[in-house]
């Protein structure tokens, strides 16, 4: 058992000394640390600002079959237009994702949220169908 010890006390003094020579690189490290971001600040004020530029989205394109169905949702008025079938909400939700349509809330009595026509959908609308 006495070389056991010998043997294990050996490597811990090996590993003290190799935490302090980490400790010390560690605090030397903070300071070039704090030195480098002073750097990049510096440099930061002195780069022109970039302006921004506006540009001005185009319509989405829709389908005739797209077409009819924003004239439903239309005709619907303000109340909303409900679904009849789970397939027609699912191209409901094709013409939300694409921001023509506005999903309301939920309806209480028919379990089922209403879909209005949204200002781009009324753009959309306004603007002729494009020639076949």
Sequence with gaps: MAKKTTESAAPKATTKKATTKKAAAKKASPKAKKAAPKKAAAKKT????AKKTTTKKSAPKVT?????????????????????????ENSLKA????????????DKEKKA??????????KVLASP????
């Design 113 to 122: 949220a209403p879909f209005m026509l949204s200002k781009t959908g009324e």
């Design 46 to 49: 002195t780069a022109p600002k």
């Design 129 to 132: 169908p494009p020639a076949p």
């Design 64 to 88: 005739a079959k797209q077409r009819d169905t924003l004239a439903k949702v239309q005709g619907a008025g303000a109340t909303g237009y409900f679904a009849e079938k789970k397939a027609e």
């Design 95 to 106: 013409l939300v994702e694409k921001k023509l349509l506005k999903k309301g809330p939920k």
